[in-house]
Structure formats: C-alpha cells, structure tokens
T-cell receptor, first 114, second 114 residues
Framework: AQSVTQLDSQVPVFEEAPVELRCNYS??????LFWYVQYPNQGLQLLLK??????LVKGINGFEAEFNKSQTSFHLRKPSVHISDTAEYFC????????????FGIGTKLQVIP | DSGVTQTPKHLITATGQRVTLRCSPR?????VYWYQQSLDQGLQFLIQ???????AKGNILERFSAQQFPDLHSELNLSSLELGDSALYFC?????????????FGEGSRLTVL
C-alpha cells in the first residue's frame, strides 16, 4: 500500500515569487508520482508525472518537480508564480507492478497574493 | 475540457433520500473511478470499474453502490443519505486498468444533503 503526505495545507505567496509545495510518500514498491491541479469549480487535471528516467520532470504552466528516492519526496516548484496559479494542488502516488490504485494527498491550497 | 461528463452538476436533497450520479468517460477509456472530495477528508477513492467489472474498492460505504454499463458510462447510487454525505463527487477515467496513473477528471457533482 502507498500513502502520500502533503506537508502544507495552505501556502500563501506573493506574485512573481518562487514557490515549493512539498510532498512525501511511502511505499513498499517502486512508484510513479504525479501532481494534479484543481482550479476553483473545476475537476483535477494532470500537471506533471514521474514514471522513470530523469528525476527532474517538467510540467505545464512552468511547474517542475524533482523525484528524490532517498528522501521519498516529490516536491513541486515554480520559480515565479502568477495570480492564475491560485488553485489546489494534489500529489498522488501509484505503485508500479501489478494492479495498484492511485492514492492522493490531502491537497495544498496555493494562494497567490497580488 | 477533459472529455469526462458528469451529471448533475449540483444536487440538493434531504436526509434519507436516494440519488444517482452519472458519469460518461472519455471516448475510448475503459476505466472509471469515483472519488469523494470533502473539506475534512480530502479526495477519497470510492470505487473503480474496468470494462464493466468492479476492479478496486476504496472507502465506499455500504449505502453507496456503483456500476458500469456496456456503453461504459457509470452511475454512483447514494442511498439513505446523511448530512455527512454532502460533498463533491468526482468521476475520472483512464484508458487502461490504472497502471498509467493518468486520470482524466470530470467537473464533479456537488451534493448537498439538508
């Protein structure tokens, strides 16, 4: 079984400042990792994913995340945020091999302040 | 637009009642997932169907049931509703049985139980 911990429930940040949203996971098998974004009154959409290969993955809207196996982390970063990035961000994990279900973290609300 | 359609978008009902939420997956997707999103518990996995058969079960109450029909649309039935069932219910779909990890979400059905 897998679990995901998003360490911050809310992150306020000023416009054009950098941001990091933290995610840690636990799993007894190798994992695939994902970040989803939920804009107000919308469903979730995939921001980026790590399946294998380079540990630094780039996603849409200028976001990137780094997979760190030794620290079991997959933190999401953006060097300069915009007002339009205000949303809730969900980290998710999927165990590789056999059938596994996607497990989501509880979400981090990013509030970009003008 | 994710291609996943959920109806109704909003539903208000009374305790003890029964409601049915409907989901049409993206064209070609065989898997349908149901999630419940509430303020205090985040995004909770309820159940998954793959090509008409139940594939995985999560935190789904016995008062809730679901099915996937031959045309691949799915329905989530919620009965003997309680105040605590008020939440946003999401349907998601994916091509395979789940090991790609990429889910496409509908915009959700907001259920309010009074």
């Amino acid at each position: 079984a897998q679990s995901v911990t998003q360490l911050d429930s809310q992150v306020p940040v000023f416009e054009e400042a950098p941001v990091e949203l933290r995610c840690n996971y636990s799993s007894s098998v190798s994992v695939y990792l994902f970040w989803y974004v939920q804009y107000p009154n919308q469903g979730l959409q995939l921001l980026l994913k790590y399946l294998s290969g380079s540990t630094l993955v780039k996603g849409i809207n200028g976001f990137e995340a780094e997979f760190n196996k030794s620290q079991t982390s997959f933190h999401l970063r953006k060097p300069s945020v915009h007002i339009s990035d205000t949303a809730e961000y969900f980290c998710a994990v999927l165990g590789s091999g056999g059938y596994q279900k996607v497990t989501f973290g509880i979400g981090t609300k990013l509030q970009v302040i003008p | 637009d994710s291609g996943v359609t959920q109806t109704p978008k909003h539903l208000i009902t009374a305790t003890g009642q029964r409601v049915t939420l409907r989901c049409s997956p993206r064209s070609g997707d065989l898997s349908v997932y149901w999630y419940q999103q509430s303020l205090d518990q985040g995004l909770q996995f309820l159940i998954q169907y793959y090509n008409g058969e139940e594939r995985a079960k999560g935190n789904i109450l016995e008062r809730f049931s679901a099915q996937q029909f031959p045309d691949l649309h799915s329905e989530l039935n919620l009965s003997s509703l309680e105040l605590g069932d008020s939440a946003l219910y999401f349907c998601a779909s994916s091509v395979a049985s789940g090991n790609t990890g990429e889910l496409f979400f509908g915009e959700g059905s907001r259920l309010t139980v009074l």
